[in-house]
């Protein structure tokens, strides 16, 4: 599985961006996907995650703020991210697995099925 995420940029505090994940290859071995964040230093959190049933996870930092959603027919993953604050400012990942749970307590690539380049969100106060 090949991951392309895209859609970051730069936004002031209470903004929106869209962020676009396009998935390729072996696709039908994916039951979930979601969105890692990266801020300067080693830690990476996992934003949101949706299963292929359509169960979703956010973390609480994120909870009525982030929509994400799947579209099956384009092999898309977006993250809708509203309201957004300066904290939020980080590389995104897009990154798939075999389950929510999975991706719950994997910390990087190397737990997981597939992982995409990155792309950066900066928020501005």
């Known amino acids: 599985v090949q991951l392309v995420d895209s859609g970051g940029g730069l936004v002031q505090a209470g903004g929106s961006l869209r962020l676009s994940c396009v998935a390729s290859?072996?696709?039908?071995?994916?039951?979930?996907m979601g969105w890692y964040r990266q801020a300067p230093g080693p830690e990476r959190e996992l934003v949101a995650a949706?299963?292929?049933?359509?169960?979703?996870y956010y973390a609480d930092s994120v909870k009525g703020r982030f929509g994400i959603t799947r579209d099956n027919a384009k092999n898309t993953l977006y993250l809708q991210m509203n309201s957004l604050k300066p904290e939020d400012t980080a590389m995104y990942y897009c990154?798939?697995?075999?389950?929510?749970?999975?991706?719950?307590?994997?910390?990087?690539?190397?737990?997981?099925?597939?992982w995409g380049q990155g792309t950066l969100v900066t928020v501005s106060s």
């Open positions: 990154a798939a697995s075999n389950s929510i749970a999975a991706m719950r307590i994997a910390h990087g690539p190397s737990a997981l099925d597939a």
């Open positions: 290859g072996s696709i039908f071995s994916i039951n979930a």
């Open positions: 949706i299963s292929s049933g359509g169960s979703t």
